[in-house]
């Protein structure tokens, strides 16, 4: 993969900003469950164990953040990834992880 060598400040504060919010494993939670389907709250509560208050909280911080997006069906609002991207940047961090756990 390959990072371009020349960014903007406004590229780097909105990067910084993503980062930020995927920082909360609530978040990647939401996160996870979301790149297989879009889903409602009330489907977020009851796969993630979290609140609906604090549910609505982290949705409203991913869509701030451009990470998710809310589109009305009737009278329920379904929740997606905003884009691949964001798939990529979690799978990538998770991947990461394990494998900076496995070496130690």
Not at 8 to 36: D, E
Not at 66 to 84: F, N, P, S
Request: glycine share 6%; proline share 3%; charged share 20%.
């Amino acid at each position: 993969m390959k990072i371009p060598t020349q960014v903007t400040s406004a590229q780097l504060v909105r990067a910084a900003a993503g980062f930020k919010v995927l920082g909360n494993p609530s978040r990647l939670q939401l996160l996870i469950q979301l790149a297989a389907a879009e889903l409602t709250v009330s489907q977020l509560v009851e796969r993630s164990g979290l609140s609906q208050p604090l549910v609505s909280q982290h949705l409203r911080s991913l869509r701030d953040a451009g990470l998710v997006m809310a589109q009305r069906h009737g009278k329920e609002i379904r929740y997606r990834i905003a884009d691949e991207h964001v798939i990529h940047v979690v799978a990538d961090a998770l991947t990461h992880a394990e494998e900076a756990a496995a070496a130690g």
